[in-house]
C-alpha cells in the first residue's frame, strides 16, 4: 500500500499573510472578510494574522515575494478581483497576477494562496465574493489552512 499524504482542516502552526488589493474593494473586502472567517474557524489566531493592502491586483506578487522573502509565513493568501471592461487592461492585469503569484510560490518555497477572482463583469465577481457561487475568499483561506498542514506532513518525512 502506498503511503499517502494529504493535508487537512486541524488548527495549523504559524503566521499567516494576507494581501488584498484595494482596487473593486466592493469585490476584496467581501473576500478579505471570507477569508479572516474561514482562517478564525480553522482556528488561527487573529494575533498570527497579518493583512497588506496594495493598491491593485498587478501589485500583489512583488509584495507577496517580499513576504515570502521575509521567511515568517506558513502562508500567503492573495485577495484581488480583475473585472472585465471594455479594454485590453484586463487581459494583461489578470495575466500579470496570476503569473506573478505562480512565480512567488515556486521560489518562496511556502504556500501561496491564488484568491483573485477574473471575471467578465460584475455580477459574476459578486456571486464569487459571497453570492451564489460561495465566498472565494473563505475558499483561499481554507486552501492555505490545508497547504500548511500537507507541508507539515511533508517535512516531518525529511
Known amino acids: 500500500?502506498?503511503?499517502?499524504?494529504?493535508?487537512?482542516?486541524?488548527?495549523?502552526?504559524?503566521r499567516f499573510a494576507i494581501v488584498a488589493a484595494r482596487f473593486n474593494s466592493l469585490i476584496v473586502d467581501a473576500l478579505l472578510a471570507g477569508a479572516l472567517d474561514?482562517?478564525?474557524r480553522h482556528?488561527?489566531?487573529?494575533?498570527?494574522i497579518d493583512v497588506v493592502r496594495v493598491p491593485g491586483s498587478f501589485e500583489i506578487p512583488v509584495v507577496a515575494q517580499k513576504l515570502g522573502e521575509a521567511e515568517k509565513y506558513a502562508a500567503?493568501?492573495?485577495?484581488?478581483?480583475?473585472?472585465?471592461?471594455?479594454?485590453?487592461?484586463?487581459?494583461?492585469?489578470?495575466?500579470a497576477a496570476t503569473s506573478g503569484i505562480a512565480q512567488v510560490a515556486l521560489t518562496c518555497g511556502i504556500p501561496v494562496?491564488?484568491?483573485?477572482?477574473?471575471?467578465?463583469?460584475?455580477?459574476?465577481?459578486?456571486?464569487r465574493a459571497g453570492g451564489k457561487a460561495g465566498n472565494k475568499g473563505?475558499?483561499?483561506?481554507?486552501?492555505?489552512?490545508?497547504m500548511v498542514n500537507l507541508m507539515g506532513k511533508l517535512e516531518q518525512t525529511r
Open 1 to 14: 500500500m502506498p503511503q499517502i499524504f494529504e493535508g487537512d482542516n486541524s488548527p495549523p502552526a504559524g
Open 38 to 40: 474561514a482562517l478564525k
Open 43 to 48: 482556528g488561527v489566531g487573529d494575533d498570527c
Open 76 to 95: 500567503i493568501i492573495c485577495l484581488g478581483a480583475v473585472i472585465k471592461g471594455d479594454t485590453d487592461h484586463y487581459d494583461h492585469v489578470a495575466g
Open 113 to 127: 494562496i491564488f484568491g483573485v477572482l477574473t471575471c467578465e463583469n460584475l455580477e459574476l465577481a459578486q456571486n
Open 138 to 146: 473563505y475558499e483561499a483561506a481554507a486552501t492555505a489552512v490545508e
